[in-house]
């Protein structure tokens, strides 16, 4: 549970609720400008969109004896009873001496800090430190499902509706109409005018409480304002967050050409939907060929290599130039063939050929020929919810409320004039550069395989009839297939957003445990001596701990990030590294050889990101009312198809154990 609000500020709110709030003319109120235009905006939220942001709960620091016990359960069922044994030794003087000291230099440096969250800071230095390229190694992508109208399918159509939709974020967010993002337990209750009109005028510093009262939780929203006109920039040993929000332009890649026009005027209003339809007409018809030297590789070079680099580019004259490509509100990414199927549409969005993409910008929205559409983002920024959000709205607004239709007729302006293309001066030294990140991401990109399957037999309304946990039952079928790929269980990390806190990111659930162990063991090795009640409590006790650990990781009740913190204070105070962050069995479980992450929206049709080891495997995966989709990325030491067909192995056995047959070897 979250903490509970003080006892007087709990009586005041009820109390103001329960008699409805008087709203005089001395009650604060926003002011919107008189020339309030709705086709200029997503909606026109009664609460102000940061109006919760104050009042956000903080994100806890677990207690140390809490983190011990956590990070020893999963250990439990990695390690053998000697590793165990050594491991569990090193936890404990580790919790009476230097650990225990490093904890209270957290929390007294947390207490210092009340404006954000203990891991914020860490966790944008793990990010920006890292020297590994952002492509397969950070970025992943989310794709929209289809427009349900299908001549709007049409790129240029699609294009066109979804820059208008996302400009119409853009304004609604900075206008504070973006209704505020809320975790609604009871939305009958918290969801509607009533509530809103009371809310917005208890003071910004008392309204999470409010929203508490009636089993509604606010979001953190901190990340949002990144969404737009920002960047990564290479620099050496730390990369940097660039924003510059006074930019009016967007970027459009295509065949490996800059173009820049202005989608919002000088009064900040978005260009009509006409123009900017001209505008990417324009674009569509260049029949320039592709540059010799595409400038979009460095962003997917090492990141001191691209900042050599970058610094070249500006010393050769591109300052200027550079700036235009880092400060647009967005990248538009438009490709020139059309999608086969799911792998191809993953590889295409994921990575690409490398030439259409600026793998640093906060996102690219990526639109093919036959108008499959993308979001591929760059995560040192921001997490999957920010991005979520503005993905949802953007597929909303563009399929129902369309800025142009197939009969729409482009404005008769000269694009020729409002387009501007970018043109870069290379040195010989810039070209080789070019050349030499071009053949590391090819060689890298040859490396990866992804795969895809739908379990079409059920998915959430079936486990939810056998009173189990849908996404204990996708993780339970992870564990049984590499078990049967691979004999062993290994690492397994599934993100969970801590959003509900003040600047939170996110906590890692460990999806391996003995009773996942224990169940993946009885289904595999040894079905025959197990009937399919047997079967069945084991899964119950799977779901039932998984649901545990949920719970804790969405609270920040996890151990990874509190181990974390402890590692990076280590460092940072130039302690000579605790002996618990030596052990191999740290290293190991760090090592996730299962990188699992789920998604499930109406909007979205697939996401994918790569595995975050060599020998591991990256799994996106989605439970669904009656099919589950998973989508698994490897590279050359795992078999991403043999690893799905032991995941449909597991869930049909799965499923014959919950409806009582015999499991099949």
């Known amino acids: 549970m979250l903490p509970p609000p003080g006892t007087m500020v709990a009586r005041l709110l009820l109390r103001s609720w329960s008699r409805g709030l008087a709203v005089g003319p001395g009650a604060p109120c926003r002011l919107l400008s008189t020339g309030f235009e709705p086709s200029q905006y997503l909606q026109r939220s009664i609460v102000p969109t940061m109006h919760y942001q104050d009042s956000l709960p903080r994100l806890p620091i677990p207690k140390l004896e809490d983190t011990i016990r956590r990070y020893l359960s999963a250990q439990k069922p990695l390690l053998d009873d000697s590793q165990f044994r050594k491991t569990e030794q090193l936890c404990k003087s580790f919790e009476t001496g230097i650990g225990k000291e490093l904890h209270e230099q ?28 952002v492509v397969l190694n950070f970025n992943p992508f989310m794709s929209f499902n289809p427009d349900p109208k299908s001549e709007y399918n049409d790129q240029l159509i699609r ?35 009533t509530f809103k ?16 009262l009636v089993n509604a939780y606010p979001l953190d929203m901190s990340q949002y304002y990144r969404l737009f006109n920002s960047t990564r920039l290479p620099r050496p040993h730390r990369d940097e ?37 001209a505008h990417l007409k324009y674009i569509l018809s260049d029949n320039s060929l592709a540059p010799e030297f595409p400038l979009s590789y460095l962003t997917s070079e090492n990141r001191d290599i691209w900042a050599e680099l970058r610094q070249k580019l500006v010393n050769g004259g591109n300052k200027e130039t550079l700036r235009k490509v880092d400060s647009a509100v967005f990248c538009l ?59 949802n709205e953007v597929f909303k607004d563009s399929t129902q409320a369309p800025a142009i239709t197939p009969q729409s007729q482009p404005a008769s302006t000269d694009s020729s004039v409002a387009v501007q293309k970018l043109n870069f001066k290379l040195s010989d030294a810039l070209k080789t550069g070019i050349s030499i990140a071009k053949e590391k991401f090819d060689a890298t990109v040859k490396t990866l395989t992804i795969d895809y399957i739908q379990f079409q037999r059920g998915g959430r309304e079936f486990m939810k009839k056998q009173k189990l946990s849908p996404d204990s039952m996708a993780q339970l079928a992870f564990q049984m ?19 509900a806190f003040k600047h939170g990111r996110t906590e890692t659930i460990r999806p391996a445990s003995i009773f996942t162990k224990r169940c993946s063991e009885a289904f595999v090795r040894e079905p025959s001596k197990h009937s399919a009640g047997e079967l069945q409590q084991m899964m119950a006790k799977c779901s039932t701990y998984h649901n545990q650990l949920t719970r804790e990781a969405a609270m920040g009740q996890g151990f990874d990030r509190h181990l974390f913190a402890l590692r990076y204070l280590a460092a940072a105070k130039g302690i000579s590294m605790p002996e ?9 479980i760090n090592h996730n050889i299962l990188s699992t992450s789920t998604l499930s929206s109406p909007a979205v049709s697939i996401g994918c990101f790569a595995p975050v080891v060599s020998d591991g ?29 032991c995941v449909e192995k597991a869930l049909e056995d799965m499923f014959d154990a919950l409806e009582g047959k015999t499991i099949k070897t």
């Open 106 to 133: 957290l929390v007294a440096q947390d207490k210092q800090n009340k404006h954000t969250s203990y891991i914020s800071g860490p966790w944008f230095d793990m990010y920006l430190t890292a020297r590994d390229p």
């Open 159 to 193: 294009a066109t509706n979804m820059t208008v939709s996302a400009i119409r974020f853009l304004k609604t967010l900075r206008a504070d109409l973006l209704e505020p993002e809320v975790f609604h337990l009871n939305p009958a209750k918290s969801d509607t005018d």
């Open 197 to 212: 009109r009371f809310i917005r005028f208890v003071p910004s510093f008392l309204s999470w409480y409010g929203a508490y």
């Open 241 to 277: 967050l660039f924003t510059d929000d006074k930019a009016r332009h967007l970027l459009v890649l295509r065949k490996g050409h800059f173009y820049i026009f202005d989608v919002l005027d000088q009064d900040g209003n978005i260009v009509s939907a006409s123009e900017i339809q």
């Open 333 to 391: 990414c438009l490709d020139d063939f059309p999608i086969k199927d799911f792998v191809h549409l993953s590889h295409s969005m994921l990575h690409g050929d490398g030439t259409n993409r600026w793998f640093d910008k906060s996102f690219n929205l990526i639109i093919a020929k036959d108008g499959t559409a993308a979001v591929h983002f760059e995560h040192a920024w921001g997490d999957g919810v920010a991005v979520l959000r503005f993905f």
């Open 481 to 499: 297939a590499f078990l049967r790929q691979y004999g062993q269980t290994v690492a397994t990390y599934e993100s969970c957003s801590t959003a």
């Open 580 to 588: 618990l962050f030596l052990d191999p069995a740290y290293r190991q």
């Open 617 to 645: 495997l990256g799994i996106a995966y989605a439970v669904q009312d009656n099919w589950i989709g998973c989508n698994v990325s490897t590279y050359q030491s795992r078999n991403a198809r043999e690893f799905l067909q």
